[in-house]
């Protein structure tokens, strides 16, 4: 369908074409000044110099050529020559009416479908998440959401941290503690037990103890190195141990992720490429592409136009290890060989931006990727504690994620019982729902490359910008809707009608702009589009709202368009906080 503004340029663009003007003067802009039109065109102001002629003779031309036009109501020439526009009431209930009976409320799919990879979550095994990788999941499950709907094939990838020297680390710690532990004998020769020998939370507890001796026992190191080694290399006891290692680790991680409603199409980890390292590593060697630079194996990457140092990607230490690079150069490849992907996207924070960009260039130079992959680095910026610094407990550690999320549900919890009587376990189970709304809105509202603030009093708020703010808009629209079904009306029944007051045609205005604002919410890898865009939607519902009866209202005809006009709402709004990645409750 085609978007709003586009019809109306049409036919502005024909009238100036029939008043005898280039016909591309007449493109059509929603108005700077909403308080004396709804649209402009700027067009008679660059005819001026085009033909020598005042602008307001070319504008007032133009307006002649349009009295009798079916989607504008008035045309206005105003000195210097702009003209102002709001659109006849009949055309704008037509294209709702439209948007109503298409499924994608006149999104269009595209010309050529694209497969779509998203990199996104990327949590380490065996380590708590922590509020760093919170931002991860939830802009990367929203770019996906979005991605989806506008009709292409996307695919989600966790991207497990689950190879380097915190494996060696967790292993050498449990050889400390549990030296008799049959996977260090290496004689043993038979099956390893189902039970893992440890639960979550020591795991858990493990991983900062092992790393903390590391930092300071240079032998420990030693040792966590070669257990590192041995792992990789294939050491069967330690592979057994490493398997316990990631099935306790991944189990916990899918409760969590179950938890902020994001999920994985993929959960593969950089292990998953160690055995394509060594032919992807011979590959680059013979053709040239890598060469030995003290000790260790590189790939220049640095172009003439550079205007900051661009250091080589290490592809192997000298050692040999193989490098964090190293594994996501191998899973390009990987994907490449199993997926073919037209756009791979990582959702990373945006201090690793000189990393993906060397990763990047290797993978062209060495045509690991087609010159026409599309290799994108979303990288987003910190979240703040109100202090302006890194966001921390209270004590001033890492904050992990469970606890934050345990705050902030109690927190709603709290708003939603004060000063009201709510069953409790459907007051628990809406704080969660409201919960998630405020985080995640919270994050998602912000341009993804910014840092902010993590403010949970001004997120929590059921007034202003926020995700309850959104849901407390759709529950008060469902509620009406079923006032409405229970005095024995027809959802099924009820059709658009022509707007009545300012404040009703506002709201449909608002709406009109779904289309436009999804394909540049998807363009721009933007969710922080569909938050502008429903929270103005939901303002413009709630002054409607205050000025209309609706229940009340006698004429059953023009109830019944008020009727059909929440339901276009609330779809809209639920299938646009769908695509932020959370749902709003029934009631709250
Ligand atoms: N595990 C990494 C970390 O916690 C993030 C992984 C990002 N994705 C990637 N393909 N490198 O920092």
Not at 53 to 77: G, Q, R, W
Not at 140 to 145: A, D, L, N
Not at 221 to 239: C, H, I, N, P, W
Request: with cysteine; hydrophobic share 35%; charged share 30%.
């Amino acid at each position: 369908m085609k978007k709003i503004l586009d019809v109306i340029s049409q036919e502005m663009e024909e009238a100036f074409e029939k008043a005898g003007y280039e016909k591309s003067l007449g493109k059509v802009t929603l108005s700077n000044r909403p308080d004396l039109c709804e649209y402009q065109c700027n067009g008679a102001m660059a005819g001026a110099k085009l033909y020598h002629k005042a602008p307001l003779m070319i504008a007032n031309d133009v307006a002649s050529c349009l009295t009798e036009s079916e989607v504008f109501e008035s045309v206005e020439a105003v000195a210097p020559g702009f003209l102002n526009l709001n659109i006849q009431k009949s055309f704008l209930k037509e294209y709702l009416q439209k948007m109503e009976s298409d499924r994608k409320f006149g999104v269009e799919m595209p010309e050529e479908k694209k497969t779509i990879m998203i990199d996104y979550g990327g949590p380490n095994v065996a380590k708590p998440l922590h509020v760093g990788h919170l931002r991860s999941a939830i802009i990367g499950e929203s770019i996906k959401r979005i991605a989806r709907y506008k009709g292409h094939e996307v695919i989600g990838d966790i991207h497990l941290g689950d190879w380097g020297l915190q494996m060696g680390l967790i292993i050498t710690e449990l050889q400390e503690r549990q030296p008799q532990l049959i996977y260090f004998d290496d004689a043993y020769e038979g099956e390893y037990p189902k039970e893992p020998p440890f639960t979550i939370s020591e795991l858990e507890e493990i991983y900062p103890t092992a790393s903390a001796k590391s930092k300071e026992d240079a032998s420990y190191k030693e040792r966590a190195m070669d257990a590192t080694f041995k792992l990789q290399s294939g050491v069967r006891g330690y592979r057994a141990l490493w398997n316990h290692i990631i099935s306790v680790s991944v189990t916990d991680l899918k409760k969590n992720y179950a938890n902020l409603n994001v999920t994985f199409d993929l959960w593969k980890g950089e292990s998953d490429v160690h055995d394509i390292i060594p032919g992807m590593v011979s590959y680059m060697k013979d053709n040239g592409y890598a060469h030995i630079s003290e000790g260790a194996l590189v790939v220049d990457v640095k172009e003439e136009t550079d205007t900051k140092e661009i250091p080589p990607c290490m592809i192997l230490k000298s050692d040999g290890a193989s490098l964090y690079n190293t594994t996501d150069l191998a899973t390009i490849m990987e994907r490449m060989n199993t997926i073919r992907p037209d756009e791979i996207i990582y959702v990373v924070d945006k201090r690793q931006s000189l990393y993906f960009e060397q990763v990047f260039r290797c993978a062209r130079k060495t045509k690991l990727v087609t010159p026409e992959t599309k290799l994108t680095f979303l990288g987003f910026g910190t979240m703040n504690g109100k202090d302006g610094k890194p966001f921390k407990t209270r004590e001033g550690g890492v904050m992990r994620l469970e606890k934050l999320i345990t705050d902030i549900n109690e927190e709603m919890y709290k708003k939603i019982t004060d000063n009201r009587e709510v069953e409790e376990e459907e007051a628990r189970e809406t704080a969660k729902i409201v919960a998630l709304s405020a985080v995640k809105y919270g994050d998602l509202s912000n341009q993804a490359s910014k840092d902010y603030i993590f403010d949970i009093d001004r997120f929590t708020s059921f007034e202003g910008d926020t995700g309850p703010y959104i849901l407390y808009t759709i529950v008060r629209i469902k509620s009406i809707l079923s006032k409405y079904q229970n005095a024995g009306g027809n959802l099924a029944q009820v059709a658009l009608g022509e707007a009545k007051t300012p404040q009703e045609k506002n709201l449909m205005l608002e709406i009109t702009k779904f289309n436009a604002m999804i394909d540049s919410a998807y363009e721009e890898t933007a969710p922080h589009k569909i938050c502008a865009y429903i929270y103005d939607l939901c303002n413009a519902f709630n002054s409607f709202y205050h000025e209309t009866k609706i229940m009340t209202e006698e004429d059953e005809e023009k109830k019944a368009g008020y009727i059909a006009l929440l339901i276009l709402c609330r779809d809209i709004l639920e299938t646009s906080i769908d695509l932020l990645g959370f749902s709003a409750p029934e009631r709250m």
